[in-house]
């Protein structure tokens, strides 16, 4: 099995390498891509979903991004400590009604000795928002570097 680097323990410099790393996958949407982050055997709690191992984790996001269409997500650390990070995160999408929501949340993750993420805990609230107050605006794909983080942009 490869590494996935940064390894823990974690500085906070490789806690905040380690979440962007987790943001720019999650939002290419490619669920066999992302499911690679994470242990043959990682267990997930998603809201009130519960589920175990990669081949779970890809159809859990082939579902997600069926339904949040043009998902776009910003992660920033919250805290970290040895092998363990929390973040909070918001993300924008609209659904085929052309409703838009922001979601905000926190995820507690656990990573094994080769920097793959053994459990992912996340706890969501979806907000309807009309596309005027979105803030989330750049392509598809990974948020753009200079393109500002939840603190800045005041969220």
Known sequence: MSERPPLPPFT???AIQKARMAENAWNSRDPEKVSLAYTED??????????QGREEIVAFLKRKWARELDYRL???LWAFHDNRIAVR???EWHD????????????????D??????????SINDVPILESERKFLWGQGPRPHD???LTELGL
């Not at 998603?46 to 589920?51: D, G, I, K, P, V």
């Not at 085929?96 to 990573?111: I, K, L, T, V």
Request: hydrophobic fraction near 30%.
């Open 147 to 149: 393109y500002p983080g």
């Open 74 to 76: 910003i992660k920033e």
């Open 42 to 51: 990682s267990r997930w709690r998603n809201r009130a979903e519960f589920f």
């Open 113 to 122: 000795e080769r920097g793959l993420m053994s459990r992912r805990e996340a």
């Open 12 to 14: 906070q410099e490789t």
């Open 89 to 91: 995160f918001q993300y």
């Open 96 to 111: 085929d009604s052309g409703n838009w929501f922001r979601a905000h949340g926190n995820e507690n993750w656990e990573f």
